[in-house]
Nanobody, 123 residues
Framework: QVQLVESGGGLVQAGDSLRVSCAASGGTFSSYGMGWFRQAPAKEREFVARISGSGAGTSYADSVKGRFTISRDNAKNTVYLQMNSLKPEDTAVYYC????????????????WGQGTQVTVSS
């Protein structure tokens, strides 16, 4: 079973950049597809980005495409989400999630979740 811990959230201004990280332990990291999701107040959790175990495959929600980049370092058991040109509507708790041998944009496909990190973008 894999454990996930997010870090790097904070308060930034619109147009700024921020990188959040997710450190994994307890499993063979490269065998897990990883996803980033977010949940804004009073809204449902939504898909942001995903990456395959090798890092060769990635995809993004339309709302972040061209601004966010997901990457991973399997030697460090860490997945990253680089967020550029942040907007107030990006304000949310950001969660990373892991799924063995698959990577999906569906919340239901991820059995392992971190506790989340708050990202707040002021206008």
């Amino acid at each position: 079973q894999v454990q996930l811990v997010e870090s790097g959230g904070g308060l930034v201004q619109a147009g700024d950049s921020l990188r959040v990280s997710c450190a994994a332990s307890g499993g063979t990291f490269s065998s897990y597809g990883m996803g980033w999701f977010r949940q804004a107040p009073a809204k449902e959790r939504e898909f942001v980005a995903r990456i395959s175990g090798s890092g060769a495959g990635t995809s993004y929600a339309d709302s972040v495409k061209g601004r966010f980049t997901i990457s991973r370092d399997n030697a460090k058991n860490t997945v990253y989400l680089q967020m550029n040109s942040l907007k107030p509507e990006d304000t949310a708790v950001y969660y990373c999630a892991a799924s063995k041998f698959r990577y999906s944009d569906s919340i239901a496909q991820y059995p392992y979740w971190g506790q989340g990190t708050q990202v707040t973008v002021s206008s």
